[in-house]
């Protein structure tokens, strides 16, 4: 079993930054990769990031360039840097982590006012 809890959510203004964590923790050597999900209202959740436990990227089109997501290995760790936010950004925020079985956390809201 994995257990994961995000942190840093909040309210911001367009053109603001926040930084979201990822607390793992558990059986995390069956885990190799990592990812943010985000769900808005009324709309599915969608990806935001990946990154595999050795440290491969990949991300959504419409983040591209203005998130950066990363991890810290030693610390079970996983993290979102957003910057640039933009009132489209406002969502729900999702910690995944994937191996035998797929694990969420329960969410952190990031708001972003225009």
């Known amino acids: 079993q994995v257990q994961l809890v995000e942190s840093g959510g909040g309210l911001v203004q367009a053109g603001g930054s926040l930084r979201l964590s990822c607390g793992a923790s558990?059986?995390?050597?069956?885990?190799?990769?990592m990812g943010w999900y985000r769900q808005a209202p009324g709309k599915q959740r969608e990806l935001v990031a990946t990154?595999?436990?050795?440290?491969?990227?990949n991300y959504a089109d419409y983040v591209k360039g203005r998130f950066t997501i990363s991890r810290d290995n030693a610390k079970n760790t996983c993290y979102l840097q957003m910057n640039n936010l933009n009132p489209e950004d406002t969502a729900v925020y999702y910690c995944?982590?994937?191996?035998?079985?797929?694990?969420w956390g329960q969410g952190t809201q990031v708001t972003v006012s225009s």
């Open positions: 990154i595999t436990a050795g440290g491969i990227t």
């Open positions: 995944n982590a994937a191996g035998p079985n797929y694990y």
């Open positions: 558990g059986s995390m050597f069956s885990i190799y990769l």
